[in-house]
């Protein structure tokens, strides 16, 4: 949990030192910054006094104010957190799902305006009118499969395409284009993606998007390899949440580590990226392509949620399973990047982030 360590932020004040030391200027820093650090690192220290169980890394301008493990990856064998473990993300795989479907836009395999029928093997009529589009932004009034009884979180093994057709043999809740969230839309486009890639969603994602961009410790496979990397969700302090089949579809299956997530941030606040994805990312990081109200003066869409911080464009996205939250979050305008990831249930990861977001934007 990082006792007896200095504060995070005293490290990059001992650096600047060192370089004057050795001929480099010194610039002093202004007071916005000391203030800036001393926040930072008052919550380090309140992470540590509550007992926070995870991993958080906090970047300004692509610095570091804060990259820290807090606690144990597996209170079974006594295993802590280090800046390496990965976490299960949840509902945060959909902003990974909805960056594979705008680049197949982006070289003019597919449009958004698309009646998805159009990319799937079988399809049924109650379909014909869902697009693309109404998949990303989460108005396809197809049902929820988390919530319908429809399966198994884990889709009781079957493959996006298999699990597609059994959701057609249900019947649409509404018509398309009325917001209400729904996993089953993130499924299907994990559908699509597999017929269109003819390959499996974690394989495509993983060689064609997370490794090029260099997020080699994120994988979109439900996160079942390598054990020893990764954390065991905790119902508390103390209990492990029970063994459970890992989900692996491309509404969930994403597991990650903070400083990849602080990778993919620093790509959404940029707006760039290897290759020719620039379109692909305005659409992600843009607002304008999205009208979809989700409160407190947010809109949904593409996997993420825009929302005004502190006055300055802000992007986020939050994920939970059993055992597991996380939450990701850029301020664009301040280049101001947040990641924190728990292994227990009831960490307010949101709350947390949301406060170091507008500490670090400050």
């Known amino acids: 949990m990082g006792n007896g360590r200095r504060a995070p932020w005293v490290f990059g004040c001992l650096v600047a030192l060192l370089a004057g030391c050795s001929g480099g200027v010194i ?9 800036r650090g001393q926040r930072i690192n008052e919550f380090h220290q309140e992470l540590k006094r509550e007992g926070f169980r995870g991993v958080v890394d906090v970047r300004r301008h692509g610095e570091r104010l804060l990259s820290e493990a807090y606690g144990m990856a597996d209170t079974a064998t006594s295993r802590a957190n280090t800046p390496r473990t990965r976490f299960r993300a949840g509902a945060m795989t959909e ?3 909805a960056f594979a479907v705008l680049e197949f836009q982006s070289t003019r395999r597919l449009t958004l305006t698309d009646p998805v029928c159009r990319h799937l093997p079988t399809c049924v009529p109650g379909w ?10 989460h108005t396809s009034g197809l049902p929820d499969y988390l919530v319908s009884g429809l399966a198994a979180p884990d889709g009781n093994g079957l493959s996006h395409l298999a699990f597609v057709e059994r959701l057609q043999r249900a019947p649409v809740e509404r018509a398309p284009g ?17 017929a269109l890639a003819a390959q499996p969603y974690g394989q495509y994602v993983r060689s064609t998007i997370l490794e090029p961009l260099g997020m080699g410790a994120t994988t979109a496979t439900g996160g079942q390899d390598d054990p020893e990397s990764r954390a065991v969700g ?5 209990r492990p949440v029970a063994p459970s089949p890992a989900p692996r579809f491309a509404d969930l299956a994403l597991s990650t580590t903070a400083a990849d997530l602080g990778v993919w941030n620093n790509h959404l606040v940029a707006g760039t990226a290897p290759g020719t994805w620039a379109e ?3 659409r992600l990081r843009s607002p304008s392509y999205v009208s979809v109200g989700v409160g407190r003066g947010g809109k949904q869409g593409y996997g993420v949620v825009f929302r005004d911080v502190s006055s300055v464009r802000g992007i986020h996205a939050s994920g939970a399973l059993p055992g597991f939250e996380a939450w990701s979050g850029v301020n664009i305008e301040a280049k101001v990047t947040v ?9 307010k990861v949101d709350d947390l982030g949301e406060r170091l977001l ?3 934007s400050g």
Do not use: C, F, M
């Not at 610039?27 to 203030?35: D, F, M």
């Not at 014909?128 to 932004?137: E, F, G, H, P």
């Open 95 to 97: 902003q990974v799902t």
């Open 234 to 238: 905790h119902a508390d302090a103390q």
């Open 27 to 35: 610039e002093e820093p202004s007071r916005a910054e000391v203030l």
């Open 358 to 360: 507008a500490l670090a």
């Open 280 to 282: 692909s990312w305005d």
């Open 178 to 194: 009325k917001w209400k969230y729904s996993a089953s839309d993130y499924v299907v486009l994990g559908a699509l993606i597999e």
């Open 339 to 347: 990641a924190v990831l728990a292994n227990a249930d009831g960490a």
């Open 128 to 137: 014909q009118a869902i697009t693309v589009d109404n998949l990303l932004l």
